[in-house]
């Protein structure tokens, strides 16, 4: 399994960026998937998850509530973070991660992930 992140760079406070998250050799649709963050000298953090149980459900870290979206498009296999409204502390490493096919409910532990990808750096400046 393989997530492959891509979708960060440098951008303005106020300004907007969309995370991509690609999969191969697991379906997303049979799992929940996670975006996370990592701030310089910070632990990382839940940024927003995703789940197909009971429907596209989804949960939010309050401090990106109402300017972040995730969202997931099975037939390409890929997650999304819409991020809005960007704010200089929103600057970190961003993780996409998912659960192993058949644990389809998202979480913001991030303990019950099992695929993790490399991680996109976005940048936003004042």
């Known amino acids: 399994v393989q997530l492959q992140a891509s979708g960060g760079g440098p951008v303005q406070a106020g300004g907007s960026q969309r995370l991509s998250c690609a999969a191969s050799?697991?379906?997303?649709?049979?799992?929940?998937q996670g975006w996370f963050r990592q701030a310089p000298g910070k632990e990382r953090e839940f940024v927003a998850t995703?789940?197909?149980?009971?429907?596209?459900?989804?949960a939010y870290a309050d401090s990106v509530k109402g300017r972040f979206t995730i969202s997931r498009d099975n037939a390409k296999n890929t997650v999304y973070l819409q991020m809005n409204g960007l704010k200089p502390e929103d600057t970190a490493v961003h993780y996409c991660?998912?659960?192993?096919?058949?644990?389809?409910?998202?979480?913001?532990?991030?303990?019950?992930?099992?695929?993790w990808g490399q991680g996109t750096l976005v940048t936003v400046s004042s």
């Open positions: 995703i789940g197909w149980i009971g429907g596209a459900r989804s």
């Open positions: 050799g697991l379906r997303f649709s049979m799992s929940g």
């Open positions: 991660a998912a659960r192993p096919a058949g644990y389809g409910s998202g979480s913001p532990n991030a303990n019950v992930y099992g695929y």
